[in-house]
T-cell receptor
């Protein structure tokens, strides 16, 4: 059974710092990996999608990498800003039954201090 | 306007009541999903639908049912609500197996007393 773990559960950094969020998964047979941002009282916003054949994706100050063989993904945020404060969720697309089922981690709560 | 909308946004109900949560999308996607989010457990899949004639159970479907009224509408029902169904419920869509990025609605916060 696929399990997704995100470490750390919470992170506080000063504004301007570069930071890395980690995601690990137990079964390398995934078809994609998606990073989301969740703000209080709001839904999930898709940040980056990495297909299983890709190694990384970039959007603005965000860069996500994928290493299927080691079961790891990282989300790199450059020059963090207070507006980046949110919960970041990692989800892997599981092949079981071709369902496009996403298996979620429990998230990293990020606080960027001004 | 949001691409994926959910109604209501908040609901308080009593044990034993039947309630329906609704999801609508304007993205033109065939695939729709219902998830619930509980603190410390992440999001878990309840039901999913690949088109209007296709309904499938997810990992935690007991106590729930769904209806796919049209390509754009996917409703989740709690037949007889119980307190441990108190959670944040999300609807999501995706275009196809190949175009598989999922897009989420704003969520419905449900409290069962």
């Amino acid at each position: 059974k696929q399990e997704v773990t995100q470490i750390p559960a919470a992170l506080s950094v000063p504004e301007g710092e570069n930071l890395v969020l980690n995601c690990s998964f137990t079964d390398s047979a995934i078809y994609n990996l998606q990073w989301f941002r969740q703000d209080p009282g709001k839904g999930l916003t898709s940040l980056l999608l990495i297909q299983s054949s890709q190694r990384e994706q970039t959007s603005g100050r965000l860069n996500a990498s994928l290493d299927k063989s080691s079961g790891r993904s990282t989300l790199y945020i450059a020059a963090s800003q207070p507006g980046d404060s949110a919960t970041y969720l990692c989800a892997v697309g599981d092949y079981g039954g071709a369902t496009n089922k996403l298996i979620f981690g429990t998230g990293t709560l990020l606080a960027v201090q001004p | 306007d949001a691409d994926v909308t959910q109604t209501p946004r908040n609901r308080i109900t009593k044990t034993g009541k039947r309630i329906m949560l609704e999801c609508s999308q304007t993205k033109g996607h065939d695939r729709m999903y219902w998830y619930r989010q509980d603190p410390g457990l992440g999001l878990r899949l309840i039901y999913y639908s690949f088109d209007v004639k296709d309904i499938n159970k997810g990992e935690i479907s007991d106590g729930y049912s769904v209806s796919r009224q049209a390509q754009a509408k996917f409703s989740l029902s709690l037949e007889s609500a119980i307190p441990n169904q108190t959670a944040l419920y999300f609807c999501a869509t995706s275009e196809s197996f190949e175009l598989n990025e999922q897009f989420f609605g704003p969520g419905t916060r449900l409290t069962v007393l």
